[in-house]
């Protein structure tokens, strides 16, 4: 009974603290931003102190720890996994699963791309519901990662901008000779038939296309995914493109299984 507590107690604020200071580390948007405030004077010691961005970091854990207590409240560990053009994404590992949390500085200029609009459009198709795809309202559901929370922090707290966070599905991720295939597939799905070919004629090309031939037995047997993935990509970059997302490459795609078969889904 004491060793299961030891593993499966809440993670402490020094972990935290850990992964804020890791995500200062890269040059983000959302990092930039709170590295902004670090000659501030009014954040007295973090200023005149010889790592700043450990001071920082415990500072935006101090204003922002309501937020940090409810994203990790059944959390057993939290690691910084990399940063993006606007956010940053972190791996929350709880007693029941894997999650994807990102946060994302909101800029005014940007607020029709920006985080907290992207989790509106895509919670009101996923909230409670990951099965629910078959309905016009819910096609993008299939698309993104199914949001199981959000919220915002801000920082400092006097005339901030404000910071989004979303709680998001993990999806398996996609390496080597598969990533650079898949690449290969999306930039060929882009450039020969995206912008000027409807959705059901591109499906036809299925049949006619050697080189998506050759990707889609290729990825297929090696991805272990379903035999319709490559028309549900297709389908998924559609709805995407409607929703007005068009960020498409291989690293913004991840691996949905049901059993041991998979679809591809864009997560970012």
């Excluded at 890791?22 to 709170?34: A, D, G, P, V, W």
């Excluded at 901030?160 to 991720?173: A, D, H, N, V």
């Amino acid at each position: 009974m004491k060793l299961y507590n030891l593993l499966f107690e809440n993670i402490g604020k020094d972990d935290v603290i850990n992964a804020i200071f890791n995500m200062l580390e890269k040059s983000t948007r959302t990092s930039r931003y709170i590295k902004s405030f670090i000659n501030d004077p009014s954040l007295g010691s973090i200023s005149k102190s010889s790592n700043k961005d450990i001071g920082l970091a415990k500072y935006f854990y101090n204003q922002t720890k309501n937020e940090w207590n409810k994203i990790l409240s059944n959390a057993t560990s939290i690691e910084h996994l990399e940063g993006g053009a606007k956010g940053n994404a972190f791996n929350i590992e709880t007693t029941d699963g894997n999650y994807i949390l990102k946060l994302e500085v909101e800029d005014d200029w940007d607020s029709e791309s920006s985080a907290k609009n992207r989790a509106t459009i895509a919670s009101t198709a996923l909230f409670s519901t990951p099965k629910a795809r078959k309905t016009k309202i819910t096609k993008l559901a299939a698309a993104v990662p199914m949001i199981y929370d959000q919220g915002s922090m801000i920082f400092p707290k006097k005339g901030g901008k404000e910071i989004s966070w979303i709680l998001m599905e993990k999806f398996e991720t996609i390496e080597g000779s598969a990533y650079n295939n898949l690449n290969d597939l999306i930039s060929y799905i882009v450039d020969q038939f995206y912008y000027k070919t409807p959705l059901k004629d591109i499906k036809k090309n299925i049949k006619t296309d050697n080189l998506l031939k050759y990707y889609i037995k290729r990825l297929g047997s090696s991805l272990y995914l379903k035999d319709n993935w490559f028309s549900e990509l297709v389908a998924h970059m559609w709805t995407l493109k409607q929703a007005g997302i068009e960020d498409f490459s291989a690293g913004n795609v991840g691996i949905r299984r049901s059993g041991r078969e998979g679809t591809l889904v864009f997560f970012d």
